[in-house]
Each structure stands twice: as C-alpha cells, then as structure tokens.
C-alpha cells in the first residue's frame, strides 16, 4: 500500500459500499518522500499500531466516525484493552482511492486527497517555516502576525498539502477545497474535526511529558458521505512529538540523514523527473542509530497507552542516550 504499511484486502470497496482489509505496519520506514529506506527498525510496526488503535478508538469516543474496526491478534478482531501483547495489525474499512475529476462525480466511499496539517508551535524543523523563508507563504494566510522558529501558537492552525500526487505539494486553502470537491460546509467540518483530534491528541501525550508540536490526518467519505478518520494517527510518524526539548518523532531519522550527502543531493534534485533514481540508494543508519531508533518508538508506545507492551527503558532513559548520539 505504501512505504511503511500493507494492506491486504478481505473485501473490495465498490460503488457507495466500503470494503474491509488489514493494515500491516512493517518495520520500514520513509522519510523526505523518498520511499522504502535500506533498513528495518524492530519494534516501529508493532509501536505505530498499538499507538494508533489507542487513537482511533479515543476519537471514536469523541462522537467522530473512523474507519477503523479493531485489533487483529490471535485471529480475533479485539478492542485496545482486550490485547495483551502488541500486534501489528488493524482491520479497517476501505475506501476507493479516486483521482480530482473522479471525486467531482461521485458521492461517497473514497478518500479525501488531502493531508490535513495541524500545528501547534513551529519548530526550527518546520517546513511553515521553510515556505515562509522562501517567500511562498505570509503569516496573514494563517491568520498569524509573524512566523519564526519556535514559536508556539496561541490557536492551532490548519494547513494543507496533497496526498495522491508523486511528491506532497503544500495547498491553499481555496485549492485544498478545490481539488477534493468538498462543499464549504464540509470543508469547515473538516478543519473542526482535525482541530478537535488536535486538541485531544495534545492533551494525552502531555500526560507523558509530551509535547505535540504537529501532526498530521486523512480523512475520506463513507457510502453516505460521512467524514470518517483514516490511515493511521497520532502516531510518532503522523506526528512530530517534543520530549524535554528534544523531537521523538520520525525527526530523529531525518536530523541523521540531514548530515549525509546523500541528503544533500536530494535538496537539489527532489521534485525533478525520476529524482528517486537521480538521488541513488540512501545510506544505511549505523547500528547505534536504529537500535536508539527502535527504543524511542517502543518507549513512545509504552508511555502514551500507559500499558507496558515493550521491554526498554523510559522515554526519558532513551531520549538522554539520544542526545549524546545525534
């Protein structure tokens, strides 16, 4: 299905009829849009899984539709506090992936070709601030009077960038409505549903000590045109997560790889034709680098379920051999 997740299809979506399927997250990872990296890092598929069925069934209990149906373990479909040992898959509806004419025509059972942003501060790694610094965005289309590195908002906002496109394009706000065919109405919708799983998202990592700084959603219609949740949430891939002010998101990933060339051949050559195979094969993490890696991702799951499904030390055990490493 994609870089990092599988999906194996139980039953087709057809027509305004959702299908059925299961998510496998894999011990891949992606980063900078590149695709598949060189390495697997243990413990990351079944950490993302655990932390975003936590989600899901959270923001269920908000009153919000998702498409997600449980945890799949020992061949039963199980909720969060009925798995005693992580697994790496959910079940969940599908949905049809349609192209920008395609949606116009239709009514529901599809995904919304958007990435929903939502942030909360703009940290140094920002790319609002990287677009601001190339004169490609003013702090007045956010609503703001300034944008600078490490700012923490006052209010949330909400940016947009494209989902079914070769390389995330970022959007403004009349094309992000523009090319998903939303009406103003569910546009609107759109931007408080991803607000208030903000809101909540934000409230429980902070009961670890963790700051969400910003993150990422997809949404898609059901068969009769409901906003549903999909894909994966609040996990340390969708997220960018500050842990005593240092990034125990995915960040960690890209802050080693900013400092080979390899990065520096994709700054120049990313967006052109064929820039995967331009770039060359990345460089594999030393073995330090993926064994911290595989430690943040599974204190992350452990301190944010509040269930201690990973055998390693605290967040903040890993995080202060991070710091001496990176």
Known sequence: MGSVKDVVVIRQPKGNRTGLGDFFFSDRYSVFDYGIMPDLIDLKGKSLCM?????????????????????????????????DEPTNVFRVKLVRVLNYEQIKKEKGNFLIPLEVIYRNSIPAGSSLLKRFQEGKIK?????????????????????????????????TYSEAKEISGLKDDEFDELKRVALKINKMITTEVSKAGIENEDGKLEFAFDGRRNLMVVDAVGTPDECRFNFEG????????????????WYEKLKVLKGKENWRELVGTPPKLNERVK???????????????GKKFFDVPSLKEVVKEVREVL
């Open 246 to 261: 240092f990034e125990v998101s995915k960040e960690i990933l890209r802050a080693y790889y900013r400092k080979t060339d």
């Open 51 to 83: 932390i975003s069925a936590y989600f899901f069934e959270k923001i269920e209990d908000e009153g919000i539709k998702t498409h997600y149906l449980g945890l799949v373990s020992k061949g039963k479909v199980l909720r969060f506090d009925e798995v």
């Open 139 to 171: 702090p007045e289309d956010f609503g703001l009077k300034e944008i600078k590195a490490g700012m923490k908002l006052e209010n949330p906002i909400i940016d947009f960038s494209t989902k079914i496109e070769d390389v995330d394009r970022y959007l």
């Open 291 to 305: 064994s911290l890696s595989s430690k943040i991702y599974a204190a992350l799951c452990n301190e944010i379920t």
